[in-house]
């Protein structure tokens, strides 16, 4: 059980070693749609990443990022460290840094949710806003101007190897266990790309024949945690030889797939999720017998303000 504590028996005194939050990271749940599915001879299963300690599934990239610079000795605690971002790498980070003592300094485009910038505060980060028209690019651009000004270190999630890393380590030898070896999709939204770059790596290595499905918002439309990037600003870490296929989604259509899991399944996530099982859905129904797993990456009260669920 998480969070349980661990019996060590030393020079015949018993103590308990209970775990910190950092030992909280990952080991998330994986349930079955239940009335989305529909009738199908398919099982339609989400990795529950909103269980993470901050929240999303980027808690997960987040204290490896910083692990793994700790163990190269680029950083100490008490340096300058420095991250753009659309939400929840952020907070990510920003819970990470407070665990293991490090000043954060994060970038985000001000049409992040209220929820984002309060929670990303509430860790002691500071948080510095660009216009939305500047967008993640322009937030990425300052970032490395502060760089370069000496304000701190940035992590770089959009091409640090340890993002994606994470996921092959963890969330895909997780899934892989949970699903006893049977998974034959996994879908992901795609933002930094970490998510699905280090599960397609894993789950490739165990079976070539998993099927890697990628979600990007259609031109137009605006899915927080995810984008089309521009050429230029093609997250480094991506490979688009790991993705099999990758879904167009409309923000319409994922937000009413969000809608749908909390009011008819008890799922209470993000829009980037709904548009990931939103996928799942259109996939399911042109196969048979098949084992789907989609990553429900954060958690839906971050998305409040916004009036998503007020909607009918």
Excluded at 215 to 225: K, V
Excluded at 277 to 286: C, E, H, K, T, Y
């Amino acid at each position: 059980m998480i969070g349980a504590p661990v019996v060590l028996i030393a020079k015949d005194t018993m103590t308990l070693q209970y775990p910190t939050i950092a030992d909280c990271v990952g080991n998330t749940p994986l349930v079955r749609l239940q009335r989305l599915a529909g009738a199908t001879s398919n099982t339609l299963l989400l990795k529950l990443e909103g269980n993470n300690p901050a929240g999303s599934v980027k808690d997960r990239p987040a204290l490896s990022m910083i692990t793994r610079a700790e163990l190269r000795n680029q950083i100490k605690p008490g340096d300058s460290l420095i991250e753009a971002t659309s939400g929840n790498t952020g907070i990510a980070l920003a819970m990470a840094a407070a665990i293991k003592g490090y000043k954060m300094i994060l970038i985000m485009p001000d049409n992040s949710t209220a929820e984002r910038k309060a929670a990303m505060t509430a860790y002691g980060a500071e948080l510095i806003l660009v216009s939305k028209e500047e967008g993640m690019e322009g937030a990425r651009d300052l970032a490395e101007k502060l760089q370069a000004e000496g304000r701190g270190l940035i992590l770089d999630q959009f091409a640090n190897g340890d993002n994606p890393l994470a996921h092959y380590t963890s969330t895909g030898p997780e899934i892989w266990q949970q699903t006893q070896g049977s998974v034959t999709h996994f879908i992901s939204s795609m933002g930094t790309t970490g998510t699905i770059m280090g599960c397609s790596q894993y789950l490739k290595e165990q079976n070539p024949a998993v099927q890697i499905v990628g979600l990007q918002p259609m031109d137009g439309s605006s899915i927080p945690g995810i984008r089309r990037w521009p050429e230029e600003y093609l997250p480094k870490i991506f490979d688009a030889t790991r993705v099999d296929q990758v879904i167009d989604m409309s923000q319409a259509e994922a937000e009413h797939v969000t809608r749908r899991l909390a009011r008819e399944e008890g799922i209470f996530c993000g829009v980037s999720s709904g548009g990931a099982v939103a996928g799942m859905l259109r996939l399911s129904q042109q196969v048979e017998n098949a084992v789907m797993v989609a990553i429900v990456c954060d958690r839906g009260d971050r998305y409040l303000s916004t009036g998503l669920f007020d909607a009918t």
